[in-house]
């Protein structure tokens, strides 16, 4: 018997003896860790986002929900961008002040179609505050997963605080398993074994968030009876 077989027989007695309770049934599976860290406002929750995406190297901006056209079209014009791959569903609005070519998302288009666009603009599903990462599913204004993935730019928008949750576990209560999920944690990098970073191996180069604020609605007047 080799070592190898060993330490399988061993994670196999392992499981066995942990994967059933004592009358034989199925045992529960602790979940005892912290769902949250902390208790925070939303504004907080946004700020402690923005902090995150900022120490992963993601470019952030913050908006009320009226001045989302003028500031993507800012940030488009910064980067010099003259074509923007633009999801089924994405908001006409948003990018009514942009001066760039706007390009659907075509299911025959290719990769190499995708790759010589200078700039993809998307929402997103969630935010997670805690651990500064963006979730994507495929949603009308988010399009397929590929058209995140091969431009060198992506404009991401957040609605705050709607899209906002502080956890991972809060995130995952709100999210459909079954949809195709792409976890964002700033740009595409990764680093040698000299710790060289590199960025955008396998995904956007450039990743600019947007906190866009939306406006709250008006709390009714409490009705009185005359």
């Known amino acids: 018997m080799t070592s190898r077989d060993v330490i399988l027989a061993r994670i196999r007695r392992a499981g066995a003896a942990g994967a ?3 009358t034989g049934a199925e045992a529960p599976i602790p979940r005892d860790y912290l769902r949250v860290h902390g208790e925070r406002t939303p504004a907080e929750s946004a700020d402690l986002l923005a902090a995150n995406l900022a120490e992963y190297r ?8 009226d001045g989302l056209p003028a500031l993507l079209a800012r940030l488009l014009a910064r ?10 569903g ?3 609005y948003w990018l009514a002040d942009a001066a760039a070519t706007h390009v659907p998302d075509r299911a025959a288009a ?3 179609e995708f790759d010589a666009v200078d700039s993809v603009v998307t929402g997103c599903a969630l935010a ?15 399009g397929r997963r590929r058209i995140t993935l091969i ?29 195709p999920l792409t976890w964002i944690s700033g740009p595409s990098a990764t680093s040698d074994i000299e710790l060289d970073r590199v960025e955008g ?14 406006p709250t609605p008006p709390t009714a007047a409490p009705h009185t009876q005359p």
Do not use: F, K
């Open 20 to 22: 059933t309770g004592p």
């Open 58 to 65: 993601a470019h952030v901006h913050r908006t009320a929900d």
């Open 79 to 88: 980067r010099g961008t003259r074509t923007v791959l633009v999801p089924a």
């Open 90 to 92: 994405l908001p006409l």
């Open 110 to 112: 290719t990769p190499y």
């Open 128 to 142: 997670v505050a805690e651990t500064g990462t963006l979730v994507l599913d495929g949603g009308p204004a988010q």
């Open 151 to 179: 431009p060198d730019h992506h404009v991401c928008v957040v609605r705050v605080p709607d899209q906002v949750v502080d956890s991972v576990p809060q995130a995952l209560e709100r999210l459909d398993p079954t949809r």
């Open 201 to 214: 191996v396998h995904g956007p180069r450039t990743l600019d968030v947007i906190l866009a604020t939306t």
